[in-house]
């Protein structure tokens, strides 16, 4: 399996991409994060903008207490993850097995991968530090990087995917940042370039969405939700887009700074938190009490081509995932996306 290939953004953009990773039952295989991450290529922008990968940490539990949704996981399922791990930063670093420049030592596991039979897989020593978690429990993070575009961060303990993100961008040096959960990946070439000029132009927008199946023709449904809020879709920079009521986990383009001091300026995560269900919910209730204000606060958009009527997004569903063959295909508008099949 070749390490992934970008090319056609040598500056690497003003945007920098952060993907959450935690213990799924597919691991030890590669599979659902490559499709993700292959899924960037729809859109040539990124390539070459700066990635870090955060691996969440997990809690060893016996069989019966086990569940993947709060990284309990037994001791089998913390060595498939720890196998996946080591397969994804040997596969991201792109260095051959022949010559191990930066590895240390040498660790032999038995993956159940396409193409792969008993590989040696190498560990890349990483300089470690710690992360505060809450009053009473830190993680020790090890840090890699792989190259001058992407970095790993490797936790001790399970913070969750707020905390995961939030331990991320004090690694972001770009203006803007795409979140992108490890089980969501992108159906169509999305074009960055005119959403970033967008945010560029209107310092009032600090989030700008993309559609799943769960916000289908939005601008339509929404004002059930928040009537105050106006549900017009308007053209920013030859795009369409409309008002979002929600601060959505799932992928989206946010500014690095709003990140910093307003969704995590105020301490309100906590370890195993998502930010939809905390801070998303801060957003719907003020954009329903206060209408154009209360949303106002938030500047949240969602990209609106198609009417919303196609996906952009899909979820994969890490706790569902399973080896099973993806086909690229292509939409009645003729944009190509990666379609994933489940029995």
């Given amino acids: 399996m070749d390490a992934i290939d970008f090319s056609g953004n040598p500056d690497g953009g003003n945007i920098s991409i952060i993907i959450t990773s935690s213990p799924v039952p597919s691991n030890p295989s590669m599979k659902m994060l490559r499709t993700v991450m292959d899924a960037f290529k729809l859109s040539p922008y990124l390539a070459n903008c700066p990635i870090i990968l955060v691996f969440d940490g997990f809690r060893i539990v016996d069989e019966i207490e086990a569940q993947y949704k709060s990284a309990q996981i037994t001791t089998k399922q913390s060595e498939d993850y720890k196998a996946f791990q080591s397969a994804v930063l040997h596969h991201l670093s792109g260095s051959s097995l022949e010559t191990p420049r930066k590895y240390s030592s040498i660790i032999s596991f038995n993956l159940d991968l396409p193409n792969f039979q008993r590989f040696l897989l190498y560990f890349i020593i990483g300089s470690q530090y710690t992360y505060k978690v809450g009053p009473r429990l830190e993680s020790t993070v090890t840090q890699t990087t792989l190259n001058s575009r992407i970095r790993t961060l490797s936790h001790s303990v399970r913070v969750g995917f707020a905390l995961a993100v939030h331990s991320a961008l004090g690694h972001v040096k770009t203006e803007y940042v795409l979140i992108q959960q490890h089980d969501w990946c992108f159906r169509i070439q999305v074009p960055f370039v005119n959403l970033l000029k967008t945010l560029d132009e209107l310092p009032e927008m600090n989030y700008i969405g993309f559609i799943s199946r769960q916000v289908l023709d939005y601008a339509n449904r929404k004002t059930n939700r928040a009537p105050k809020v106006s549900s017009e879709v308007v053209i ?18 946010a500014r690095t700074d709003y990140y910093r001091t307003q969704v995590f300026g105020h301490k309100r995560f906590r370890r195993g938190d998502f930010i939809e269900d905390t801070f998303g919910h801060i957003v719907l209730h003020d954009s329903k009490k206060e209408g154009m204000e209360g949303w106002g606060r938030y500047g949240c958009w969602l990209w609106y081509p198609d009417d919303a009527l196609i996906p952009t997004i899909q979820h994969l569903n890490g706790r569902r995932f399973q080896e099973e063959p993806g086909y690229w295909a292509r939409n009645d508008a003729g944009e190509v996306y990666y379609q994933i099949q489940f029995n």
């Fill in 236 to 253: 920013k920079n030859s795009e369409p887009m409309t008002r979002l009521c929600f601060w959505y986990d799932k992928p989206h383009i």
